[in-house]
């Protein structure tokens, strides 16, 4: 791992500490993330290649298929590795038209952690992010104290937060530890805006990442390879033109601009394809210079 190209190698969970790049499991079912995978052999051969390159983190969720990604994670790595830590996120839920909703009253929290629970074959999940999807009567305080309800009673070993505003970061550090941050972030700035991310505000995109890197919190950047389309205010090419200065694709820049951005993100970058996998760790290595980053940031701040 100490082939980063930008440091450090290594993030603090919590007491956990793993590589500065995780692998996410929404490509793990189907399209639009629902129903079976169409080559299952395919998807289990990813997930062992996950712990062969030394992936350390996998992100995932009930609601994901529902229930095919943790099923696969748990047919193909249970009993997982020691090194290995798990994340899920509870707040959402999958709709019979194939849509997100928000489900995150006390009762529908508890019944999403048990599900991830038994789905990957858990007693304790290692980190559980409060997923804030919008639409919703219930408080945020509210949601918030049943998560810390669940960590009281052994079922969550860390608390992270997802799709929140500065506010609502500030108010959970204020009230209980938080260990980290899942929220919309990548090149493309604003421009990957779905319907279930309403109010993640891009303004405060920036202050929060720089305030997990300040409190020791990992930022985990959701969409990660969200790669600009072609237009005279968008950063593709900027980013198009690091990318062939340094013979990479440019998802690997995407990555690798992360990395570079702070030493508080932690990329979850996902995929179906053990090829892709492999180019998304070797984003790793890709050492971008002061002038790269300048230029993809100048470009992304324009666009924003």
Not at 110 to 121: F, I, T, V, Y
Not at 203 to 215: K, S, Y
Request: proline share 7%; with cysteine; hydrophobic share 45%.
């Amino acid at each position: 791992m100490n082939d980063f190209a930008h440091s450090p190698a290594t993030i603090r969970i919590g007491d956990l500490e793993v590589c500065r790049l995780g692998f996410g499991a929404m490509q793990i079912p189907g399209p639009m993330v629902w129903g079976e995978p169409k080559d299952p052999e395919r998807i289990r051969a990813v997930l062992r290649r996950v712990l062969e390159l030394g992936i350390q983190l996998i992100d995932t969720s009930w609601y994901y298929g529902p229930h095919v990604s943790n099923r696969f994670i748990a047919e193909t790595l249970h009993p997982y590795a020691k090194h290995l830590v798990i994340a899920t996120k509870l707040g959402g839920k999958r709709t019979p038209d194939k849509g997100w909703a928000a489900f995150n009253r006390p009762e529908e929290l508890r019944q999403g952690c048990d599900e991830d629970l038994r789905g990957l074959r858990l007693d304790r999940i290692d980190v559980v992010h409060l997923r804030w999807i919008d639409h919703t009567e219930v408080p945020f305080r509210e949601a918030l104290d049943a998560m810390i309800g669940l960590q009281k009673e052994g079922k969550i070993r860390h608390l992270a937060l997802s799709n929140v505003s500065l506010a609502q970061l500030r108010y959970g550090m204020d009230k209980t530890p938080i260990v980290g941050v899942q929220n919309l972030y990548n090149v493309a700035a604003g421009e990957k805006r779905l319907g279930q991310f309403p109010h993640a505000a891009i303004a405060d995109q920036e202050q929060i990442v720089d305030l997990c890197a300040a409190n020791g919190m990992a930022f985990l950047p959701f969409f990660p390879l969200a790669i600009p389309g072609p237009g005279p205010k968008r950063p593709a090419p900027a980013i198009t033109a690091v990318a062939k200065r340094h013979a990479k694709t440019e998802a690997q820049i995407a990555i690798a601009w992360l990395l570079a951005r702070s030493k508080a993100i932690l990329p979850i970058a996902g995929t179906s394809s053990p090829l892709h996998l492999d180019e998304n760790w070797n984003a790793r290595t890709i050492a971008l210079t002061n002038a790269d980053i300048a230029e993809i940031s100048t470009a992304r701040e324009a666009s924003a």
